[in-house]
């Protein structure tokens, strides 16, 4: 997870306004928006929230709103709105009213349990995969740094042939990512995983690293 508060009063002490892309962030760990003191914060709601695909929110802080306009125009008087910026057009409204059972269903498991569910089966494969010396962790494993998500690369393995191997074998969904820096897959179980599930993932990276 990025410095987002260490970043954001660095750039608040300079003047400088600033977005944070959450898109991750809502609904997979604890905190507040107003936490990181932003201009602009931008979240997705189909990700961790699991509501529908095209949900998110935006947060302007309010001094910035009237500078700040949609690509839809709204009138003038909601210049100091933050309304405005639901003037979209035409939009599927029950996708919208779907929004209060992802909610609903997600405060009743509570952030802080929710999270901690996240990383115990993230940590179910990672501990196991960690102890095979060809498998290499780009992503940090500590509670303070990561949650759910992690990426790794397998010495000696095609990894975008083994994203194709783990789906069309066994079923299993991962991203295959390439940076001009490093190469893995991205792993992200979520809250309906099972450690059963969890440890046929690792199973089947194992058998995929056997198989060379």
């Not at 608040?12 to 600033?18: D, M």
């Not at 928006?33 to 931008?42: G, L």
């Amino acid at each position: 997870m990025a410095p987002v508060k260490r970043l954001g009063a660095l750039a608040r002490a300079r003047g400088i306004q600033y977005i944070v892309d959450g898109a991750h962030g809502f609904m997979h760990i604890p905190f507040k928006v107003t936490d990181y003191d932003c201009d602009y914060f931008i979240g997705s709601l189909h990700k961790w929230l699991m509501a529908p695909p095209g949900n998110g929110f935006l947060y302007v802080r309010r001094d910035r709103i009237p500078a700040l306009w949609p690509l839809t125009p709204a009138a003038e008087s909601h210049k100091a709105d933050i309304r405005k910026f639901e003037d979209v057009g035409t939009r599927t409204q029950a996708n919208r009213v779907v929004m209060a059972e992802a909610l609903t269903f997600n405060e009743g498991i509570g952030i802080d349990r929710k999270s901690a569910r996240l990383r115990y089966l993230r940590d179910r494969w990672a501990t196991r995969l960690k102890t095979n010396p060809r498998v290499t962790f780009l992503t940090s494993l500590d509670p303070a740094e990561s949650c759910a998500i992690a990426t790794i690369n397998i010495a000696g393995v095609d990894m975008p042939k083994m994203a194709a191997t783990l789906h069309e074998e066994h079923g299993i969904v991962v991203s295959h990512m390439k940076h001009p820096k490093f190469e893995g897959i991205r792993i992200v179980p979520n809250v309906s995983n099972s450690l059963r599930e969890m440890d046929y993932f690792a199973e089947a990276i194992e058998d995929v690293i056997k198989k060379g």
